[in-house]
């Protein structure tokens, strides 16, 4: 019988990361409004936030799929503590978690570098920036608030990535997601 493209053991690391994350994203969600009436140029740093699920999934595991499984089980998350922000959650889980797969795709998901997740977290930002200035009305800020902005759109989603690269490390050193141990048949004890 071939093996599960997502086992349980891999599908519930999934869900644990995605609880997790799912609960800062539903933070994000909730202050968004507020960001955005009093300091809108800060609103793609707090958006990078929803890069957290797939960073921590695919650092963790290294399997394909783990990434939009793990942003889809957080935007449920999310969804349940911020129902009214559910679809933009959504939107954002299908859109991050798919750029940090494509990302992975385009290594064959043979390079798990912390390089490679950074690169997708440059493209995510270079997106945020471009897309979310529409709803930070980006003409209406003076010309330093606009380069503010946008710097801290590109800068939000690698920062998170960041602190997601070193929250793997700190799961990975508590023996989170590592492959279970198969004792040899041949070995004693």
Request: charged share 10%.
């Amino acid at each position: 019988m071939a093996r599960p493209r997502l086992d349980t053991r891999t599908l519930l690391v999934c869900a644990a990361i995605g609880v997790g994350t799912g609960v800062l994203g539903a933070g994000a969600a909730w202050i968004t409004v507020a960001v955005l009436a009093t300091l809108p140029m800060v609103y793609g740093f707090v958006l990078g936030v929803h890069v957290l699920p797939g960073v921590v999934a695919q650092r963790l595991l290294r399997q394909p799929g783990v990434a939009l499984a793990t942003h889809l089980l957080a935007a449920l998350v999310s969804s349940a503590f911020a129902p009214v922000y559910m679809w933009q959650v959504i939107a954002t889980a299908v859109l991050f978690g798919g750029i940090q797969e494509v990302a992975a795709a385009l290594g064959r998901y043979r390079s798990w570098t912390p390089l490679r997740s950074l690169a997708a977290a440059v493209v995510i930002g270079a997106l945020v920036a471009v897309a979310v200035a529409f709803a930070a009305d980006l003409d209406e800020l003076a010309p330093w608030a606009q380069v503010l902005y946008i710097v801290l759109a590109v800068l939000g989603p690698v920062a998170w990535t960041v602190a997601g690269l070193s929250t793997a490390a700190a799961l990975a050193r508590a023996g989170v997601g590592t492959p279970p141990r198969v004792k040899d048949a041949t070995s004693r004890g």
